[in-house]
């Protein structure tokens, strides 16, 4: 409980200072609507130019492909934001890094605190895409969205295990940080986010399928564009599952290397 009750406590002291910019709102509901249109743009020339269909991806459900994509990462991307790997270098640059490793705060609770209002901003992106797909492009989910929910979270939750990662050792060597926006790229790319990986080389297309954040894409889009069950994607599931409890046990580990040089040479 206390663990809670500091990432509230994280929480309510951003949400302070957000609100604080109301532009930011304005911001929020500005670009996703740019990005999304950005693609639809792009494929929608691809499809007109004689697009067959590769994968899960065809000129009836181009559309749904894209949002399907862009709805799994505004959540995967957050714990690799700047405010979540720099959580504890923020503390450190206001000189208060040291009461924060010394006080009975939960650690975990501060990034994990203020990625509480980035989800809230997902959340927001989300429904924004949602309600212009329904509205002005038939946009449906054939499946059930309880389990799109379901694969959100533990992508989530295992991909903040590598936040915590960076995190952690960012608040020794700031420069590690700086990882967190190749990684997020790079799985971008190699998740299948934007395009489908059926277009890749097999030997590519294989290797990249092992990915928990692919395995995630496909799944979600499994669900909006089939209607696959929940006990169809049960593998997949589980696999995200370890993937998070690994990811999570192994933040822990960095963070314990971390505090030791904290006592030993400081920061």
């Known amino acids: 409980m206390r663990f809670f009750y500091d990432m509230y406590h994280v929480f309510r002291r951003d949400l302070k200072s957000y609100w604080r910019w109301k532009l930011h709102i304005l911001f929020d509901t500005i670009v996703p609507i740019v990005d999304i249109a950005l693609f639809l743009l792009v494929w929608s020339v691809i499809i007109g130019g004689g697009f067959e269909g590769v994968g899960m991806l065809n000129k009836d459900n181009y559309i749904a492909y894209l949002f399907s994509g862009f709805i799994l990462w505004n959540f995967v991307n957050t714990p690799f934001t700047h405010d979540f ?41 989300t429904i924004i895409l949602l309600i212009i797909g329904f509205l002005f492009f038939g946009f449906s989910i054939k499946g059930d969205f309880l389990s799109i929910v ?113 006592m030993l040479i400081g920061i």
Request: charged content about 15%; proline content about 5%.
């Open 150 to 262: 379901l694969i959100v979270l533990l992508t989530f939750l295992g991909f903040s295990g590598v936040g915590l990662m960076i995190s952690a050792l960012a608040s020794w060597r700031e420069d590690f940080a700086d990882v967190s926006w190749l990684i997020n790229y790079i799985l971008s790319i190699a998740s299948g986010v934007y395009f489908p990986l059926e277009a890749l080389p097999t030997n590519i297309k294989n290797f990249l399928m092992l990915l928990p954040s692919t395995k995630a894409v496909y799944a979600v889009r499994a669900i909006i564009l089939q209607g696959v069950g929940i006990m169809e994607l049960l593998p997949t599931i589980l696999g995200l599952i370890v993937f998070g409890i690994i990811s999570i046990f192994l933040a822990i580990l960095v963070y314990r290397f971390v505090e030791r040089k904290v």
């Open 85 to 125: 790997v720099h959580s504890f270098i923020r503390e450190k640059h206001w000189k208060t890094i040291e009461y924060i490793f010394i006080s009975p705060l939960k650690k975990f609770s501060l990034p994990y605190g203020i990625s509480i209002l980035p989800l809230l901003r997902s959340i927001y992106s």
